[in-house]
């Protein structure tokens, strides 16, 4: 597989002996694929520099406008992440993330409405229902490829669009719902979440975390095993390793960071309508990740923070925005198609690795 995580080579002996098959259609055994823990310790060592860089950041940052640009960047950003980890790990383009996204806040909302559970309880379901949905969707989808998996993605979020939209008696319809949090949340009083700071400072932990445990899912068996389906499929099954079930574990992992975000943007704004469902939302995203680069796992967080101020300042400067963001996108995949972390990555000179 080469450094940003692109290609993974069966054919070798060396590295897959069950690859040459001679006068047996028996299964091999399952080759080992060992890692070495030394390779975690340098994204360990940023991941802790950028929560300490975090941390201090409420201190040095007095503007309530800043934070609150920087958290609605940070929350896009591990939206946007989930869209990229499926890109990367099984190639497939989901035009339904909005749907994951948006489910979790209108969980949380509705489950919140007259205090049917405790916040906890919400958010825990938030979280659970929609990782479960999109394994068992993952399940039929991901045997579809291409066009038909972006298709089937599309038609889900928009169904809970229309779902959201035109059940006023469960959603409000277009008017949406607000969260009717409660006065703690975790032991932590709710009034905490509402200083620009400190939820900058939870949306913050979260996105470093998820970036860096899916740096060590991507580096680990199972996220070799996925790029490797990826790229030959039927290899994959012949030397005896199921296929199906590891990526419709991607689409799931995926849709719990979408869930995640959703939780976030929760506590954050606490309103939803069914907008946030759109399949737009879904596109803008991937747009983020494909110009941040989804050969890494921090590429479509880069992508997601930096078409997001971009795309704020050109909404001041004109109206058309749009036009220069589409104009923009062609550029990356025309010049750059590694996005803008595989240019940072060959600019310093970097090479070697499983994942990135």
Not at 165 to 185: K, Q, Y
Not at 194 to 207: E, Y
Not at 327 to 342: A, D, E, F, H, K
């Amino acid at each position: 597989m080469d450094s940003l995580g692109g290609r993974v080579e069966m054919s070798s002996n060396k590295q897959n002996p069950a690859a040459n098959v001679s006068g047996s259609t028996a299964a091999a055994p399952h080759p080992p694929l060992p890692r070495s823990a030394s390779k975690r310790t340098i994204p360990l060592a940023i991941a802790f520099v950028l929560a300490v860089a975090g941390a201090v950041a409420p201190s040095l940052i007095q503007s309530t406008l800043v934070f609150t640009l920087l958290t609605q960047a940070t929350i896009t950003a591990i939206l946007a992440t989930s869209v990229g980890f499926l890109i990367r790990q099984n190639g497939l383009v989901s035009f339904g993330h909005a749907a994951f996204y948006g489910l979790a806040g209108y969980i949380i909302a509705l489950s919140m409405r007259g205090h049917i559970t405790s916040p906890e309880a919400a958010i825990g379901l938030a979280v659970l229902i929609p990782t479960l949905l999109a394994f068992g969707l993952g399940m039929v989808f991901i045997r579809m490829v291409g066009v038909a998996f972006s298709m089937l993605t599309l038609a889900v979020a928009q169904g809970f669009y229309e779902l959201f939209m035109r059940w006023r008696s469960l959603a409000n319809g277009e008017d949406g719902l607000r969260v009717d949090w409660p006065t703690s949340i975790f032991g932590v009083h709710t009034v905490m979440f509402q200083d620009a700071g400190t939820i900058f400072l939870a949306c913050w932990f979260v996105l470093v975390l998820v970036v860096f445990g899916l740096y060590v899912l991507a580096s680990s068996h199972f996220g070799t095993l996925t790029l490797a389906i990826r790229e030959n499929e039927e290899r994959v099954r012949f030397i005896g390793y199921a296929t199906v079930v590891p990526h419709a574990l991607v689409y799931a992992i995926s849709a719990f960071i979408a869930s995640l975000a959703g939780v976030l943007f929760a506590l954050y704004n606490g309103f939803f309508t069914p907008d946030i469902l759109n399949w737009s939302l879904s596109g803008e995203v991937m747009i983020m990740a494909i110009i941040g680069g989804t050969r890494s796992v921090w590429g479509p967080a880069l992508g997601a923070v930096f078409f997001f101020f971009l795309k704020n300042f050109l909404g001041d400067v004109t109206d058309h925005w749009q036009a220069l963001v589409g104009g923009l996108l062609i550029v990356v995949v025309l010049l750059v198609p590694q996005g803008i972390s595989g240019v940072l990555k060959l600019t310093g000179g970097k090479s070697g690795g499983r994942a990135s």
